[in-house]
């Protein structure tokens, strides 16, 4: 489980980072402005909704200590901790915890990184949709059987 769930927290930063490099350049593009202002919106959700997951598991984390407008430097932080957690931590471990609602809930570290990674893959494929409804062309690809490192990851020889 654990060598899974740091694949995934890898390709989960590997696909955010390769859709901030094409967002950094869409703007010239017919519609690139209108994919850059609703971007922006959902990549900063996808990487705060990160940190406010952290805080709830590691609680002495103070979420002031990354900045949280330089979205390249908050995607490696956030991916570095939560690496370090997956590594360190019983993923079995049962969190309590109150939605930002009120409402109390529960779950295993495991789930939680499973949400904050399927999490990201929700939003960067609304990314997607988006340049397809834009009209705008040469969107990224990042579904995970692109990333690289997951035959390595998960010990499968090509």
Not at 47 to 76: G, I, K
Request: charged share 20%; proline share 2%.
């Amino acid at each position: 489980m654990r060598e899974v769930l740091l694949s995934l927290k890898q390709y989960d930063a590997w696909a955010t980072q390769v859709w901030l490099d094409y967002l950094a350049n869409v703007a010239t593009q017919s519609n690139g402005s209108q994919l850059s202002a609703k971007a922006e919106k959902w990549v900063r959700h996808s990487l705060v909704a990160q940190v406010t997951w952290y805080e709830r598991v590691c609680p002495e984390f103070l979420a002031d200590s990354v900045n949280m407008e330089d979205f390249a430097a908050l995607n490696a932080r956030m991916n570095d901790l939560w690496v370090a957690l997956i590594e360190s931590r019983d993923l079995t471990s049962v969190l309590r915890y109150n939605r930002l609602n009120g409402e109390p809930q529960q779950k295993s570290l495991a789930q939680i990184v499973l949400h904050v990674c399927n999490h990201g893959t929700y939003h960067r494929g609304q990314l997607r949709a988006l340049c397809e409804e834009l009209g705008i062309s040469g969107w990224p690809d990042t579904d995970v059987i692109y990333f690289e490192k997951m035959d390595a990851i998960l010990g499968i020889d090509n």
